[in-house]
T-cell receptor
Framework: AQSVSQHNHHVILSEAASLELGCNYS??????LFWYVQYPGQHLQLLLK??????LVKGIKGFEAEFIKSKFSFNLRKPSVQWSDTAEYFC???????????FGGGTRLMVKP | EAGVAQSPRYKIIEKRQSVAFWCNPI?????LYWYQQILGQGPKLLIQ????????DSQLPKDRFSAERLKGVDSTLKIQPAKLEDSAVYLC?????????????????FGPGTRLTVL
């Protein structure tokens, strides 16, 4: 069975600070990795995804994530956060047959203006 | 394109009552998912349909939860009878195959969810 761990449950940053949210997964085979974001009052939206190739993937709104296979990690980063990045961020993994997504517990980010 | 539609958005019931949620996926999406998201946790898959057939329902508590997608389009999820621990947001998602850089992948689109409170 696959599982996903997000180590930071709550993060508070000031605007322009750099962001890194941790995500580790457990699955022995080939995985597809995702970060979803949920802004206050809105739906879950796909932020970025990794399937193969360059382990550094870029998503919307200046976010990027790096897949490090040896560490089973897929950390999300942004060099300079904005107040509008306040949201909850979910890491998810899809491994094995089918398209089942396993989500981490989420990280709630608050950016202070 | 129109997104995934869900109704109702909010529902409050007492324990042992029954409740049903409805989902209309994005047009043309063959795969439909129901997730349960308990406060403070990530979404957990309950059931996955491919057209009108069940692909995975291993995490669906079948003694009280049921779901159907009779015509392969919209779907209903029912809880009967509800327990206090069923209080959660129930998310519906649908997906289609997409191509990027020569690879095909399956991207899930989520609806707004139904927030269920069981008293």
């Amino acid at each position: 069975a696959q599982s996903v761990s997000q180590h930071n449950h709550h993060v508070i940053l000031s605007e322009a600070a750099s962001l890194e949210l941790g995500c580790n997964y457990s699955y022995g085979g080939t995985v597809n990795l995702f970060w979803y974001v949920q802004y206050p009052g809105q739906h879950l939206q796909l932020l970025l995804k990794y399937f193969s190739g360059d382990p550094l993937v870029k998503g919307i709104k200046g976010f990027e994530a790096e897949f490090i296979k040896s560490k089973f990690s897929f950390n999300l980063r942004k060099p300079s956060v904005q107040w509008s990045d306040t949201a909850e961020y979910f890491c998810a993994v899809n491994g094995g047959a089918g398209n089942m997504l396993t989500f981490g517990g989420g990280t709630r980010l608050m950016v202070k203006p | 394109e129109a997104g995934v539609a869900q109704s109702p958005r909010y529902k409050i019931i007492e324990k042992r009552q029954s409740v049903a949620f409805w989902c209309n996926p994005i047009s043309g999406h063959a795969t439909l998912y129901w997730y349960q998201q308990i406060l403070g946790q990530g979404p957990k898959l309950l059931i996955q349909f491919q057209n009108n057939g069940v692909v995975d329902d291993s995490q669906l508590p079948k003694d009280r939860f049921s779901a159907e997608r009779l015509k392969g389009v919209d779907s209903t999820l029912k809880i009967q009878p509800a327990k206090l621990e069923d209080s959660a947001v129930y998310l519906c998602a649908s997906s289609s195959m997409r191509a990027s850089g020569g690879l095909e992948y399956n991207e899930q689109f989520f609806g707004p969810g139904t927030r269920l409170t069981v008293l």
